[in-house]
């Protein structure tokens, strides 16, 4: 009943059916509204790139780099077209300890081996594993990652200059107080209802990219006195040179570098597969897992051989894209055009944007992540999925998106696990010649395996008894070690203890393991195992 009652509810909060996969057109209109909507990522990237950048203890341009050279590159090789990567917190908190203790150098060393373990797991096909997250955990994922939003941007309701940069929340500083807090907050909210509002009457601009306009024309001509881009730093520089990370090509090095990069590379991979799932959901698409892996494997080292930081998919700038209309890879390679540009020649126009604009923007972003029906779901979903759900959720929030989406599988798995190892039960009968039959129903596994030999009233069964596994299947060697000890009980009290029904996948991990010999008049579906003998370690074949 639980995956039916979580489904029925589930599919309120997913969107749309993954049966057929529809193909965006390439029309002029939809050419103009992934450009517009690139534009408005990449406004949206600045700040964040900036603030990263601050929280691995590198230059703002580390991370504008970054988010540049990721942003194209997996826009135009990546599995789902709509997404955008860049630099992202949760890799920028794992490189501050590398950074402070080796130096800039080793990270963009870093960066690569964390490319080049993206590639290979790629090419070994690993992320067709993300099929084994739980919808429990998607809705925890997402929830998390939500409020993880909303606290990166309380950041910006600091004093410039004092406030600490955090990948999960405010930091330290001085908050904002009197006329520049209300300030700020009205022109978050007038931020806010512009989005809100513009779709309602026309859908020729992206809502997120009219109320940046609004509210930044507003502070500009009134001259208002509010935090704005270039407060955090000047994002001026020229274009990304190349450059061989300069460390010794020894072992020490790569004792060095290895651990962060194989952390870097499973954080990265996880949440840009994540982010692959959750823009498949809303645009209709599925596949691409490998592809994508390998996109962000090439990004990260061509980044590391250009001063980037390295990054990964970034699922609120992926909302703002998807939510402003863009569906093609134009939108993801006109944002990080338009950031170069920026870079390289529009910087002064771009510190002139206020911090409220972009903040309005992800607070939009943030109520739209949140799976709000989650809430009342809570109470009508299995336990263990509610339990789930809220793990994910807290764990997100106070650790990290990688390590809440591990545990939240696991806790998902031994679940499952305990809920098949109680279904382990057998119906018994009497043949007309006297023998004992157990029906066993349920899967034979590790979990069920005690269970299993618990069945069996060996002191007062007959002479022959019969193990019928028709409904039954043998999983692993946890089973067949529970199949001879049930065996030789039967053995040590002088019965004989016949196996049936033993489906195609049974016989071979019987055979395999040696305890079964495969008659060759047997049914083509179905094996009759008889007579087992400790004594030869052999079940015979009949």
């Not at 209109?29 to 691995?56: H, R």
């Not at 994002?235 to 060095?256: C, D, K, R, S, Y």
């Not at 899967?443 to 019969?466: A, H, K, R």
């Given at each position: 009943?639980?995956k039916p009652?979580?489904?029925?509810?589930?599919?309120r909060?997913?969107?749309?059916d993954?049966?057929?996969?529809p193909?965006?057109?390439?029309?002029?209109?939809?050419?103009?509204?992934?450009?517009l909507?690139?534009?408005?990522?990449a406004?949206a990237l600045?700040?964040?790139?900036?603030?990263?950048?601050?929280?691995?203890?590198?230059?703002?341009?580390?991370g504008?780099?970054?988010a540049f050279?990721?942003?194209?590159i997996?826009?135009v090789?990546g599995?789902r077209?709509g997404?955008?990567?860049?630099a992202?917190?949760?890799?920028?908190?794992v490189m501050?300890?590398l950074v402070a203790?080796h130096?800039?150098?080793?990270?963009?060393?870093?960066v690569?081996?964390?490319?080049i373990?993206?590639?290979i797991?790629?090419?070994l096909?690993?992320?067709?594993?993300?099929r084994?997250v739980p919808?429990?955990?998607?809705?925890g994922?997402?929830?998390g990652?939500?409020?993880?939003?909303f606290?990166?941007?309380?950041?910006?309701?600091k004093?410039?200059?004092?406030?600490e940069?955090?990948?999960h929340?405010?930091?330290?500083g001085?908050w904002?107080?009197g006329?520049?807090l209300?300030?700020?907050?009205g022109?978050?909210?007038?931020?806010?209802a512009?989005?809100?509002?513009?779709?309602?009457?026309?859908?020729i601009?992206p809502?997120?990219?009219?109320?940046?306009?609004?509210?930044a024309?507003?502070?500009?001509?009134f001259?208002?006195d509010?935090?704005?881009?270039?407060?955090?730093?000047?994002i001026?520089?020229?274009?990304?040179a190349?450059?061989v990370?300069?460390?010794p090509?020894?072992?020490?090095t790569l004792?060095?570098i290895?651990?962060?990069?194989?952390i870097l590379?499973a954080?990265g991979?996880?949440e840009?597969l994540?982010?692959l799932?959750l823009?498949g959901?809303m645009t209709?698409?599925r596949g691409?897992?490998?592809?994508?892996?390998i996109?962000?494997?090439?990004a990260?080292?061509v980044?590391?051989?250009?001063?980037?930081?390295?990054?990964?998919?970034?699922?609120?700038q992926?909302?703002?894209?998807?939510?402003s209309g863009?569906?093609?890879?134009i939108?993801?390679?006109?944002?990080?055009l338009?950031?170069?540009c920026?870079?390289?020649?529009?910087s002064?126009l771009?510190?002139l944007?206020?911090l409220?604009?972009?903040v309005g923007?992800?607070?939009?972003?943030?109520i739209?992540?949140f799976?709000?029906?989650?809430?009342r779901i809570?109470?009508?979903v299995p336990?263990?999925?509610a339990f789930?759900?809220v793990?994910?959720?807290v764990?997100?929030v106070?650790e990290d998106l990688?390590?809440a989406v591990?545990?939240g599988v696991?806790?998902?798995?031994l679940?499952y696990?305990?809920?098949?190892?109680?279904?382990i039960?057998?119906?018994?009968?009497?043949?007309?010649e006297?023998a004992?039959v157990?029906?066993v129903q349920?899967?034979?596994f590790f979990?069920?395996s005690?269970?299993?030999v618990e069945l069996f009233q060996i002191?007062?069964?007959?002479?022959t008894?019969?193990v019928?596994?028709?409904?039954?299947?043998?999983?692993d060697?946890s089973a067949?070690?529970a199949?001879e000890?049930?065996?030789?009980k039967y053995?040590?009290?002088?019965?004989?203890?016949q196996l049936r029904h033993?489906?195609r996948d049974?016989?071979?991990?019987?055979?395999k393991?040696g305890?079964l010999?495969?008659?060759?008049?047997?049914?083509?579906?179905?094996?009759l195992?008889v007579?087992?003998?400790?004594?030869t370690?052999?079940i015979?074949?009949?």
């Amino acid at each position: 009943m639980a995956k039916p009652l979580l489904a029925r509810y589930a599919n309120r909060i997913t969107m749309p059916d993954l049966s057929v996969a529809p193909t965006t057109r390439l029309t002029p209109g939809q050419v103009k509204t992934d450009v517009l909507s690139g534009l408005t990522v990449a406004l949206a990237l600045v700040p964040e790139a900036v603030a990263f950048a601050f929280v691995a203890g590198v230059h703002p341009l580390v991370g504008l780099y970054a988010a540049f050279l990721v942003g194209l590159i997996t826009s135009v090789l990546g599995g789902r077209p709509g997404m955008i990567s860049g630099a992202t917190g949760a890799l920028a908190v794992v490189m501050v300890a590398l950074v402070a203790e080796h130096g800039v150098e080793y990270l963009f060393a870093t960066v690569v081996l964390m490319g080049i373990l993206q590639m290979i797991a790629g090419a070994l096909h690993w992320g067709k594993f993300i099929r084994l997250v739980p919808h429990p955990v998607m809705l925890g994922f997402v929830n998390g990652l939500a409020i993880v939003i909303f606290m990166a941007q309380l950041t910006q309701f600091k004093v410039p200059g004092t406030a600490e940069v955090s990948a999960h929340g405010a930091g330290g500083g001085e908050w904002l107080s009197g006329m520049p807090l209300y300030l700020m907050l009205g022109l978050v909210a007038l931020t806010m209802a512009v989005i809100w509002l513009l779709p309602k009457v026309t859908k020729i601009v992206p809502a997120p990219l009219a109320g940046i306009a609004v509210t930044a024309a507003l502070v500009i001509v009134f001259g208002l006195d509010t935090p704005r881009v270039g407060d955090l730093s000047s994002i001026q520089g020229g274009f990304p040179a190349f450059h061989v990370p300069m460390v010794p090509l020894n072992l020490e090095t790569l004792e060095i570098i290895l651990p962060y990069a194989v952390i870097l590379a499973a954080i990265g991979l996880i949440e840009s597969l994540l982010t692959l799932n959750l823009v498949g959901e809303m645009t209709g698409q599925r596949g691409g897992a490998s592809q994508e892996c390998i996109a962000q494997g090439v990004a990260n080292t061509v980044t590391g051989f250009f001063g980037g930081m390295g990054g990964c998919a970034m699922i609120g700038q992926s909302m703002i894209n998807v939510n402003s209309g863009g569906r093609t890879r134009i939108a993801g390679i006109a944002a990080a055009l338009f950031l170069l540009c920026f870079i390289l020649f529009a910087s002064p126009l771009i510190e002139l944007i206020p911090l409220a604009a972009l903040v309005g923007v992800m607070f939009m972003v943030v109520i739209g992540t949140f799976a709000w029906n989650s809430l009342r779901i809570l109470f009508r979903v299995p336990l263990t999925d509610a339990f789930v759900i809220v793990l994910v959720t807290v764990v997100t929030v106070l650790e990290d998106l990688a390590v809440a989406v591990v545990v939240g599988v696991i806790v998902s798995a031994l679940a499952y696990a305990w809920n098949n190892a109680r279904r382990i039960h057998a119906r018994t009968y009497r043949t007309p010649e006297g023998a004992k039959v157990y029906q066993v129903q349920g899967p034979l596994f590790f979990g069920s395996s005690d269970g299993f030999v618990e069945l069996f009233q060996i002191e007062d069964d007959p002479q022959t008894v019969i193990v019928d596994f028709e409904g039954s299947r043998v999983v692993d060697q946890s089973a067949l070690q529970a199949i001879e000890a049930v065996a030789a009980k039967y053995e040590a009290a002088g019965k004989r203890i016949q196996l049936r029904h033993l489906s195609r996948d049974c016989h071979r991990l019987l055979t395999k393991a040696g305890h079964l010999m495969v008659d060759s008049e047997d049914d083509p579906e179905y094996a009759l195992a008889v007579d087992y003998h400790v004594r030869t370690g052999i079940i015979g074949g009949h």
